[in-house]
């Protein structure tokens, strides 16, 4: 009797004999828990790649190596991880393209090609962020999921309690135990999801910023070269 007793107080004793409420409330963020770690891990490799990428083909550009060649290079075996490739392909080709149609104005071609950067570069923010409301949701609706598990547990103990003949601690500690569950298991699924997303944001925010410097860089030199060849 002993034994069972035990079992029964146990975590998952308490969370099989929980109300029908409170466990489709752990069962939610369970699966938000689940769903955010994917996510986290997802993006984690996306940033890292995305990092290590942009990292080689800055170290590429700025080698001295001709644009011209860099382009068909870049052309011929892209790598979707460099948001700064994706830039360098994007500005290059509305270069080229613009410089090749007589009597275009260099303002005009540089107007187009700052314009197809910045398109590039909302993509790839776009990519960056892709995944982060997801963990915002999560860090801060599950904390208040959990606690209403909890208070809708709590409520149906103490409705029990009212029922019985003798109140003792033995008879409502059940219930509120396995309606604390709730809130643990919420706050299990908000911390690492807030952690990550805090953590993330930054991370793609320093990408994003060096992917406007990188083009504003670029655009400098492909602005002394379109006023070089006029002159």
């Known amino acids: ?9 146990s975590i998952w004793g308490l969370i099989s004999d929980a109300s029908i409420v409170v466990q489709l409330v752990m069962l939610a963020l369970l699966a938000a828990s689940i769903t955010s770690w994917v996510m986290i891990f997802q993006r984690s490799n996306l940033l890292r790649a995305a990092k290590r990428s942009l990292d080689g083909f800055e170290e590429r550009f700025w080698s001295g190596i001709d644009l011209s060649k860099l382009y068909r290079q870049a052309a011929s075996d892209p790598d979707p991880d460099s948001g700064t490739e994706q830039i360098f392909r994007a500005g290059f080709k509305e270069f080229s393209r613009l410089r090749q149609q007589p009597g275009v104005d260099p303002d005009a071609v540089m107007d187009g090609v700052n314009r197809a950067m910045r398109v590039a570069i909302s993509r790839e923010e776009e990519k960056l962020e892709h995944g982060l409301p997801f963990l ?3 860090g801060s609706t599950s904390p208040y999921v959990g606690l209403f598990g909890t208070v809708w547990g709590i409520m149906n103990s103490f409705l029990g309690l009212s029922q019985a003949q003798q109140a003792t601690l033995a008879t ?4 509120i ?3 604390l569950i709730a809130t643990a298991i919420g706050l299990f699924a908000a911390i690492p999801a807030v952690v990550a997303y805090n ?4 991370r793609g925010e320093l990408l994003i910023n060096r992917y406007y410097t990188f083009a504003d860089e670029f655009q400098a030199i492909l602005h002394r070269k379109v006023h070089a060849s006029d002159e």
Do not use: L
């Open 199 to 202: 953590r993330f944001s930054a």
């Open 172 to 175: 409502v500690a059940p219930g």
């Open 177 to 179: 135990a396995e309606a």
């Open 1 to 9: 009797m002993q034994a069972n007793a035990v079992e029964h107080m």
């Open 136 to 138: 915002a949701t999560v």
